[in-house]
């Protein structure tokens, strides 16, 4: 059954325009007011309501009020010719889909029509599936079902099980504090402290202080005596992320504590004792470091007793879609908004791309989309990619054909070559497609 549109406009010319542009693709009823559009919901049923704000009686604004009230899954876009930004707002404030302005671009508006109601063919079949794209991959807080990540569970669970030292190693963004948040809530201890450092946030000069404390008067501005991470700490867990970019002052100290169990406050005369695991994280090659003399050996082996290496998300593209799912479900809670839908021609950009700054990236990416989506489905509009063609550190920016061109290409690809579907979701006409494809020799 085609779907159903519900056109509201005092204006009877336009009410005809708007028929006889729309009838190819949809059902198109009509309304020459809102009162009577809102007596004929229940007989036209419609999926769209496409109305002017600006008509005798009822207008357009207190139409949307109701039809949301009463029929919350019909989509409705709003048309005036105030265009001001005052109107825009109102609309999307209320919850209005889209907004067009008079007057109308008919191509234009055919594209936000078809784009809404392929919006609703998602919903539904997403509906018809029964998932919320969450629940069937959480495993606390770890998403993923590639054998690199099956091989890190294990490790996991075995690190939490005993209390040793652990390395955790991956690139930038691979998700490593997650790791080590897993290991530690996992473990018996879960009910003591997790404490984190970032050790490139402090100089060395300060790190010592951070981590260990200090007495009073052990240096200028040393005021009062401070209480260490360690301390802080107790029996539970002190988490050294970029171990890598410490100082070798600064690792022999370190050392120390994981071989005597004991440390000394800045400025202080007795040692201190220590109950806490330490899980240190790097994206460095530290076998490389220890070679140039940049990182000690024995350090490396007291803190590798227990090994974590996180693949990158280029490695394990098949868990995008499953990641995809989780961070939208996350990041909508955290931002206190719908958990929207993820068409499939906007995860086919997340699968394909190579994801240089991993699990992060694609949180930003995903969380960019939450806040510049209109309604509850996103779409590849809406996914913004730090890089399309070439990636940001080959010390190469790309011109703007390369990026045209890369696109077009992708969401060719993405469409199995269909080029009325690439043409819809690109935003341009077939013929302006063909033109590109014959432009970038891709026909």
Not at 9 to 24: G, K, N, V, W
Not at 125 to 151: H, N, Q, W, Y
Not at 411 to 432: F, I, Y
Request: glycine share 8%; with cysteine; net charge negative.
């Amino acid at each position: 059954m085609a779907p159903r549109v519900l056109v509201v406009d005092d204006d009877p010319s336009i009410r005809q325009a708007l028929t006889h542009a729309l009838a190819d693709s949809v059902d198109v009823r009509v309304a020459m007011s809102a009162e009577e559009a809102l007596g004929a919901l229940a007989a036209t049923a419609p999926d769209v309501i496409l109305s002017d704000v600006r008509m005798p009686g009822m207008d357009g604004l207190e139409l949307l009020r109701i039809v949301r009230e009463r029929v919350p899954g019909v989509d409705v876009v709003l048309m005036s010719a105030f265009d001001d930004m005052p109107t825009v707002v109102a609309s999307m404030r209320e919850g209005a889909t889209d907004f067009v302005a008079k007057p109308l671009d008919l191509h234009d508006l055919r594209r936000v029509i078809g784009r809404i109601v392929e919006d609703r063919r998602v919903r539904d079949r997403a509906r018809v599936a029964g998932e919320d794209g969450v629940s069937e991959f959480r495993l606390e807080g770890l998403v993923g079902r590639d054998p690199k990540m099956i091989a890190t569970y294990k490790l996991v669970g075995q690190a939490a099980s005993i209390r040793t030292n652990v390395l955790i190693r991956g690139e930038s963004g691979t998700g490593k504090e997650l790791i080590a948040r897993a290991i530690h809530y996992n473990s018996p201890d879960a009910g003591e402290p997790f404490v984190a450092l970032n050790c490139t946030a402090l100089p060395s000069t300060l790190l010592e202080s951070e981590l260990f404390g200090h007495v009073r008067g052990a240096f200028t501005g040393a005021m009062q005596s401070r209480r260490g991470r360690f301390d802080l700490a107790g029996r539970g867990t002190i988490f050294l992320d970029e171990i890598g970019d410490t100082s070798a002052e600064f690792q022999a100290k370190l050392l120390r504590v994981l071989q005597e169990r004991e440390y000394y406050p800045v400025g202080a005369e007795r040692p201190e004792r220590t109950e806490a695991r330490v899980i240190a994280a790097t994206h460095r090659n530290l076998e490389e470091m220890i070679a140039r003399g940049e990182f000690r050996a024995d350090l490396y082996y007291r803190l590798r007793v227990v090994e974590i290496v996180v693949p990158p998300l280029r490695e394990r593209a098949g868990d995008i879609p499953a990641l995809a799912h989780h961070l939208l479900h996350v990041t909508s809670t955290r931002l206190h908004r719908q958990v929207p839908i993820l068409s499939d021609a906007a995860l086919g950009i997340l699968v394909h791309y190579e994801w240089p700054g991993n699990v992060r990236e694609l949180e930003n990416c995903l969380t960019h989309a939450l806040v510049v989506v209109r309604g509850d489905v996103v779409r590849p509009e809406h996914i913004v990619l730090a890089s399309i063609a070439g990636s940001p550190s080959d010390g190469k920016l790309p011109s703007l054909d390369d990026i045209e061109r890369d696109h077009v290409e992708r969401v060719m690809a993405m469409t199995g070559g269909r080029k009325t579907e690439a043409a819809r979701t690109l935003g341009v006409s077939r013929p302006r497609l063909d033109r590109l494809l014959a432009k970038f020799g891709l026909s």
